[in-house]
């Protein structure tokens, strides 16, 4: 994660910033170079204590089949939420007891879920690679059900580390003699990474500060994102590279679109503090929600709670009410204005217990059909609509 594009800020932001007389940071072996250099650049002092796996973690040579080779205590990896509810409803269907992780799940949610795994309610469970994520479950095997992932930009091969990373939640000490990790398909490349070394984390990112903002001598961004580039130079001999102001950016062409409908001036150091609101500039609503909220801020009018969906079936929806939550807390907070944190939480802690109901009782509802005939689909099959109707539609459009 430090050497992440868009997150590794984040994490050194998070490292150094926080509140406590010792900090314990559990990394691979290729990130604990640079977590040294972060250190000792900032005069840190620091212990390092090494860990081996204390169970065999190896590569099942026998090929495995979807669904007819799932056993129990089975983590089975694929890398869209859609693809997780697809697969986790053809098992259910087929009478196993799973549990689902995937990225946008609300911690609560997700807590839930584990617990299920954990205590033997479910056998099976089904995971994007949020499962990477320091999570300690009693799995035996891992099976990737895809090679390849989306990346926000492309579709690739997984990278050694993300293999390993993944993999390495199966065989839990106590529980099982040793880990396994299969395929059903990109066997080869996947065996490859999982033995692959992988070269060292060589930098993290920097965090531009607010306070560096407000020093700032001029009033233009532009001129601020050039600036900041070019202090590239004076951090060459860092752990760093300065972290690209490219979501800040996108998100000042649509705040300075609205303050030009407001008739509204703002101080650059004001403008990007807004700006660096933590949401998805690609997710429409959300945008337009942030909107409406520095639109009532600045018109002095109170941030009421934005409108959300507590009772809903519908698993998106749901979600996206957890995320409009999650912003509106992250606003008031960068503004430092004060609310009621307690109906927040309240608000989630129900959102959650909503989607936990419905992925629980709903599940096979997510099973991929034709949109036209309603039959039945592949979990990875790649079109809306089965042959026999993507045929006929062709053959009637030919025809007339």
Partial sequence: ??????????????????????????????ALSLIKKILSFHGFGFEIVQHERNTPLLWEEKSCRFP?????????IVFSKRKVLNIAAILLKKGFTVSVLYGSMPPETRRKQMEQFRKGFSKILVSTDAIGMGLNLPIKRILFMENEKFDGKNVRL???EEVQQIAGRAGR????????????KGSKSLKKSLKAIVQDIEFSYLPISQDSIKMFPYESFELLKRTWEFYQIEIKDSPYKVHPLNEVEAKMAYLERKLNNLDIELPLSKKVSLCSVPFSIDEQHMTQCWLEMIKEYLLGNEL?????YTD??????LENSYKKLSLYTSFLYSQSIDFDEDKVIDLKEEISKKIFQVLSKNLTTFIKKCTQCGKQLAWDFPHRNCEKCHRNRYYFEDYY
């Fill in 1 to 30: 994660m430090l050497s992440d594009h868009d997150r590794g800020s984040y994490w050194v932001k998070a490292i150094l910033g926080v509140q406590a007389k010792e900090i314990h940071l559990i990394t691979a072996p290729h």
């Fill in 68 to 76: 007819t080779d799932i056993k129990n205590a089975d983590a089975l």
């Fill in 158 to 160: 997984l990278k050694p």
């Fill in 173 to 184: 000490e106590g529980i099982y003699e040793k880990g396994l990790v299969n395929a059903t």
């Fill in 304 to 308: 009421k709670y934005p409108h959300v």
């Fill in 312 to 317: 809903s079936s519908d698993v998106e929806k």
